[in-house]
């Protein structure tokens, strides 16, 4: 049974760092790609972050790029997304989620019904 696990999440204040962190269990973590999302009340889940199984190539969103790094332990079988410079529009449930791909393949989906599994989330608040 595949688990994803999220943690780190919390309220803080605007201009500071917030590391969130992904513990997978149940699947052979290099064959997933990797990604973070968020969804804020009343919006739609937007994508976040991604990195390939090996983890030699990474996406961002735009709003994101140059203030949040995705990275992945494959020994460790965890995914994690240091925030850096957070604004209040950062508020959100972040969460985890794996998508199989291809033996040797370095691509990793923006989209998230390519993603099959999920975690429960992890709450972020950050306030002006």
């Known amino acids: 049974q595949v688990q994803l696990a999220e943690s780190g999440g919390g309220l803080v204040q605007a201009g500071v760092s917030l590391r969130l962190s992904c513990a997978a269990s149940g699947l052979t973590f290099r064959h997933y790609a990797m990604a973070w999302f968020r969804q804020a009340p009343g919006q739609d889940r937007e994508f976040v972050a991604a990195?390939?199984?090996?983890?030699?190539?990474?996406y961002y969103a735009d709003s994101v790029k140059g203030r949040f790094t995705i990275s992945r332990d494959n020994a460790k079988n965890t995914v994690g997304l240091q925030m850096n410079n957070l604004v209040p529009e950062d508020t959100a449930v972040y969460f985890c989620a794996a998508n199989q791909v291809l033996m040797g393949s370095d691509y990793a989906s923006t989209r998230p019904y390519e993603y099959e599994y999920w975690g429960q989330g992890t709450q972020v608040t950050v306030s002006s």
């Open positions: 990195i390939s199984g090996s983890g030699g190539r990474t």
